[in-house]
């Protein structure tokens, strides 16, 4: 049986990463992550170029942990369909256009046939009040949209 494609966006990479969080939720995720990250074998994990970058901002220490990490998974191509499909999202308001890489990664994520994005990002790409619409509007582009989960959804769908 063919693995399924697990979309990788920044943020699951970031909380795999990160220092031990002082706060209670951050290590959860942290750890749970962590839990994902030992199973990852059981996907076909690919992230995209944008990914890439964002994991490279910020603190070099911290940039050269998640690039690391980032290495052993496979980079999926831009393509001009995922570029359309971002800036769609962007101008029918279902992503802000000051976090327009979201987009991407849903795009990304749907052309390059995920069945799944994870993430931790809940404020624009696991979002309960805009997630069908997101879904509606990729699926009349002609893709199939990924499913949008958190590490420990994801552990939980794989039993």
Request: proline share 5%; aromatic share 6%; net charge positive.
């Amino acid at each position: 049986m063919a693995k399924k494609r697990v979309y990788v966006e920044s943020s699951v990479i970031s909380y795999l990463t990160a220092r031990p969080a002082r706060d209670g939720l951050s290590r959860i995720r942290q750890q749970l992550t962590a839990l994902w990250w030992e199973r990852r074998h059981e996907w076909d994990c690919v992230v995209s170029a944008t990914v890439m970058e964002e994991i490279a901002e910020g603190d070099p220490e911290a940039a050269t942990r998640r690039l690391e990490k980032a290495q052993s998974l496979v980079k999926v191509p831009t393509s001009p369909e995922a570029d359309l499909l971002a800036g769609l999202l962007v101008s029918r308001k279902l992503v802000p256009e000051s976090v327009k890489s979201d987009a991407v990664h849903l795009a990304m994520a749907a052309v390059s046939g995920a069945h799944y994005l994870l993430t931790w990002n809940q404020k624009h790409l696991d979002n309960i009040d805009l997630g069908f619409r997101i879904e509606d509007l990729i699926r009349t582009q002609g893709w199939p949209p990924a499913k949008v989960v958190t590490p420990d959804r994801l552990l939980k769908e794989s039993r």
